[in-house]
């Protein structure tokens, strides 16, 4: 059949992050450790790094820096597995969230 003409180029808005709707990371991180199989993890970070290794351009680092933050706030292991396939140093790359702070004894 043919398209159906619209009254209207937009069709809807829908606001992804509403409020309790903005943790992106508790489900894939469960779908990484509790479904998949080894053998679909290894599949699965080969398949990251291939698309990953095609990456280019002056923000190279930034863009890998960043993706790598979403794996890792999945599940630390895929963020691991995906930063040693591309020959990345995760502890080099990756910001320290929670400094230690020393605590003076009186």
Known sequence: ?????????????????????N?????????????????DKKNLVNNIVGAMKGI?????????????CHFFRA?????MAVAQGLGINAEDVMPKQHPQHQVALA
């Open 75 to 79: 599940d630390i292991g895929l963020g």
């Open 56 to 68: 280019d351009g002056p923000k190279k680092s930034d863009i890998i820096n960043r993706q790598l």
């Open 23 to 39: 943790d992106h990371f508790t489900q894939p991180g469960i779908f990484y450790r509790n479904v998949l199989n080894a053998q």
């Open 1 to 21: 059949q043919p398209a159906l003409p619209l009254n209207s180029p937009v069709a809807d808005w829908f606001s992804r992050n509403g409020e309790g709707e």
